[in-house]
């Protein structure tokens, strides 16, 4: 999934997934319940493929980015799909940089697309603002089993007016991407450490252990040739030792608490205290992902995004569950795939978002190697396990999707205080302040943030 960005230095540790790492036939859709149905926003009637009874074809413009192999995905699909309907006729928009700047520029202005990419990051801010528009009465209307897609991919877009992750939905998802740890097999065989279990995931002690086997300094000038675990994805480590980042009901800030902090002071003493795991020089002169792909890195935290390139390494590698502190825990990226409000062709959008994010096009994204399935069912068949290919445990993203949950930049339509955060964390990675002091530093701060951010919360 290459819509969420990959953790490849030190700022992407700071400003982890506020956008996205970041990263698979239907029958067509009955006759929409939807109040738009029959008609556009012009009030031109419409009949049931979405065509206006003029005859012309309907033309839906799709927007989303990816890097050439996902383009290349999508353009199959969509002539895929316009074979299918033939009635409309889609323009994709490809925008491989800035795509959250440009279209919150199109938003707006009112100019944009019918079907877009939805970053689940963005959504709480798009979906408060008006912006998308609600999707469950189509959804009934399709041949879409939702029971069969992943919750924590569904909840992530939906909209209850006050908060996310409840109310009507807003998007299907168009992946989900799951953070798991990738390891260098040859570097465990040639320091004699047995591979992590695909089963049972490391605990803190563990993790450290083995990195501290897997970092090599030849000449002991205090800079590793060699490390054994690469830049914390630090939220799911904080709900692996059994801490919180906001309370249950979203409105108070929790990470000053003793749980969240030794967790936060454990990812930092990775770097400043063991050495283990690279620092912001050493990640300024080759990010994480160079030096795994290097042979320079032991470990790192990934999604399955990264399966492709992954697969054309000249040395064998596997992955493994997130580390924690208990049972199986982290955090999931997703992207949507939502219906601008402005439309003027609701139904023939929906049926756009219905076949990309419908087996149909789930099916071919899980081939490419790149996403999970959005449907459980696909996920645990030989269409994304792919046996004989890497990795050997493709059965590890499955069931950390299932556990997994959304990205705490999820949690609250305006997340200024998921920046104020973020834009502080360097003061921990770098060792100027310990995470208990920063915490509760931020804490007071960050409470006046999400209550003026999201005040219907409030209510």
Same mark, same amino acid.
């Given at each position: ?46 009949? #049931? ?26 353009? $199959? ?59 469950? #009465? ?241 996920? #645990? ?7 004989? $290919? ?70």
């Amino acid at each position: 999934m290459k819509a969420k960005k990959a953790i490849c230095t030190t700022v992407s540790l700071i400003v982890l997934a506020t956008a996205a790492v970041g990263c698979a036939g239907t029958k067509e859709p009955n006759a929409s319940k939807n109040v738009n149905q029959g008609t556009d926003n012009n009030n031109a009637a419409v009949d #049931n493929d979405g065509a206006a009874n003029t005859g012309d074809k309907v033309k839906v413009k799709f927007a989303g980015w990816g890097d050439p192999s996902e383009k290349q995905v999508f353009d $199959q699909l969509i002539k895929d799909f316009e074979t299918k309907n033939p009635t409309i006729d889609v323009e994709y928009m490809h925008m491989p940089a800035d795509y959250v700047g440009k279209m919150n520029t199109m938003l707006a202005g009112g100019t944009a697309p019918d079907v877009l990419y939805v970053p689940d990051g963005d959504f709480g801010r798009w979906v408060s603002a008006g912006l998308l528009m609600p999707i469950d #009465n189509y959804v009934e209307s399709s041949n879409i089993d939702i029971g069969d897609m992943w919750e924590s991919g569904l909840k992530r877009y939906k909209y209850d007016g006050k908060k996310t992750g409840e109310g009507e939905l807003y998007a299907l998802p168009k992946d989900i991407g799951p953070i798991v740890l990738y390891y260098n097999k040859e570097l465990f065989d040639a320091a004699g450490v047995p591979y992590p279990s695909a089963e049972n995931p490391m605990t803190f002690d563990e993790l450290l252990e083995t990195a501290k086997l897997l970092t090599k300094d030849e000449n002991g000038d205090g800079k590793p040739e060699q490390y054994g675990m690469g830049p914390a994805w630090w939220e799911g480590w904080i709900w692996g030792n059994g801490g919180k980042i906001l309370s249950d009901d979203r409105k108070e800030f929790m990470m000053h608490e003793k749980a969240a902090t030794d967790a936060l002071q454990f990812a930092a003493d990775l770097r400043n205290k063991h050495g283990v795991s690279p620092d912001t020089r050493a990640l300024q002169a080759m990010n994480d992902g160079q030096m795994f792909e290097t042979g320079k890195l032991a470990m790192m935290q990934q999604g399955r995004w990264m399966v492709p390139t992954y697969r054309k390494l000249d040395f064998d590698w596997d992955v493994a569950p997130n580390p924690t502190n208990g049972q199986w825990d982290g955090h999931s990226g997703s992207v949507g795939l939502g219906i601008y409000s402005k439309t003027a062709n609701a139904d023939a959008a929906f049926k756009l978002v219905e076949y990309l994010g419908g087996p149909e096009g789930q099916k071919l994204q899980s081939e490419m190697g790149f996403a999970i399935p959005s449907f459980k069912s696909m996920a #645990n068949s030989d269409v994304f396990l792919q046996p004989g $290919q890497k990795p050997e445990h493709a059965e590890v993203f499955v069931k950390a999707a299932e556990v997994q949950k959304p990205g705490p930049w999820t949690n609250l339509p305006n997340a200024k205080w998921w920046d104020t955060l973020n834009q502080n964390l360097a003061q921990v990675w770098d060792g100027r302040k310990t995470a208990e002091a920063l915490m509760n530093e931020l804490k007071p701060e960050i409470d006046k943030l999400i209550k003026e951010g999201n005040p219907k919360l409030f209510e």
